[in-house]
């Protein structure tokens, strides 16, 4: 659920009209988003982007990924996810009902750099940070 | 296509815009002239056609990369929240250069998933209609003119505000405890109490009293009180 009585904008708000987040991480009651992948985007998103991504409060199955998550059932359900930090996130715009979905979604705007991404295992000493996809069952 | 979407399927959709804009469609997800966004590993561009009283139509162009340098992109037609759809094209390896053939193929089927999708609206029909025994479908054929008459009626009137149509449905509910209620059932109550409003609000209101456990998903639309 999400906290403080955060109103969620009905299906159809167009982005311009969803409130710019300021407390995403007092919304989300200190929760990740995630943002799920094909299979074939896996290590893609490592660095980060800076296009404009959806991104979801709520975990999935895979099955439930394409009706929840307004997915064309072509590309298949998704079997990946990036945890990102919500106090890490700039220019988060929502939420908002997923259109033709039954989920809840954010809209970052630019994107997302690639300190956003949660770890996933403890760093060992000498190594890079332990981020990328988890997969998902 | 990874963290990057293809420049020429940007410069396509900033090209369709304007033509959808003249079939009363607007980019849905449009800010300082960037549509769309991605959706998870799919690009999705949604142009939105805003009816009053009438469900929302939708043209989505979805694109995903197929791992190589070629891509799978799919032009539908929706309405509101997928109660009815229809996918208009589906392009299989389309290279990320996209030359002129398979943009003007891109751009005949959005202009035909905008238009379709009107279809959409105007094609509500109760799936159930030839099951039904007959003494019921009187019954459904009469929600669906009650709502089609109110709509004519209210389309004037201002607009229920969402959150008292939230709690209207919360009233409904909280009324017939016993009761199982779609979609299309509090849509027209609401009208007959007197509450101009529309699915998408009804749809959102219910949702949201789902999200915070008032009422309980019986199946896919349909929802009752948790409080029996």
């Known amino acids: ?50 296009e404009p991504q959806f991104v979801t409060p709520t975990p999935y199955e895979p099955d439930e990924t394409i009706p929840m998550l307004a997915l064309p059932p072509s590309a298949g359900p998704r079997t990946f996810v990036l945890l990102l930090k919500p106090e890490r996130l700039h220019d988060v715009y929502g939420p908002r009902w997923v259109q033709f979905g039954g989920g809840i979604e954010y809209i970052l705007f630019r994107g997302f750099s690639e300190n956003a991404i949660a770890h996933v295992a403890p760093s060992l000493p000498d190594t890079r940070p332990a981020r990328w996809e988890l997969e998902v069952h | ?46 142009w939105i056609r805003r009816r009053r009283i009438a469900p929302s139509c939708y043209a989505s162009l979805y694109g995903w990369s197929n ?97 008292a149509v939230y709690s209207a449905a919360r009233e409904l509910f909280t009324e017939f405890p016993d009761q199982n209620w779609r ?20 749809n959102a209101a219910l949702s949201e009293l789902a999200s915070t456990e008032e009422i309980e998903r019986v199946s896919r639309g349909v929802y009752r009180s948790r409080n029996r």
């Not at chain 1, 074939?40 to 980060?48: I, P, Q």
Request: net charge negative; charged share 25%.
């Open chain 1, 1 to 50: 659920m999400l906290g403080g009585r955060t109103t969620i904008a009905p299906i159809g708000t167009p982005l311009r009209s969803l409130p710019r987040v300021n407390n995403l991480s007092e919304q989300l009651c200190d929760r990740l988003l995630l943002r799920y992948l094909l299979q074939s985007d896996v290590g893609t998103f490592l660095h980060g982007t800076s």
């Open chain 2, 1 to 46: 296509m990874g963290a990057r979407s293809p420049l020429m399927l940007k410069r396509l959709t900033q090209k369709l815009s304007p033509q959808l804009e003249e079939l009363g469609f607007e980019a849905l997800d449009e800010l300082d002239g960037v549509i769309g966004a991605n959706r998870h590993g799919v690009w999705d561009w949604t």
């Open chain 2, 67 to 163: 791992g190589g340098n070629l891509l799978t992109l799919e032009a539908w037609a929706r309405l509101e929240r997928d109660e009815q759809r229809s996918l208009v094209r589906h392009f299989d390896d389309v290279a990320f250069e996209l030359d002129q053939e398979v943009q003007s193929e891109l751009i005949r089927a959005m202009l035909e998933a905008a238009r379709r999708s009107a279809y959409l609206a105007e094609a509500i029909v109760p799936s159930f209609f030839e099951e039904e025994p007959e003494d019921q479908l009187t019954g459904r054929w009469r929600d669906v003119e009650i709502a089609a008459s109110v709509a004519d009626a209210v389309h004037r009137l201002e607009r229920t505000p969402y959150q």
């Open chain 2, 183 to 202: 979609n299309q059932d509090v849509l027209v109550a609401l009208l007959e109490r007197g509450f101009p409003t529309d699915r998408a609000d009804v």
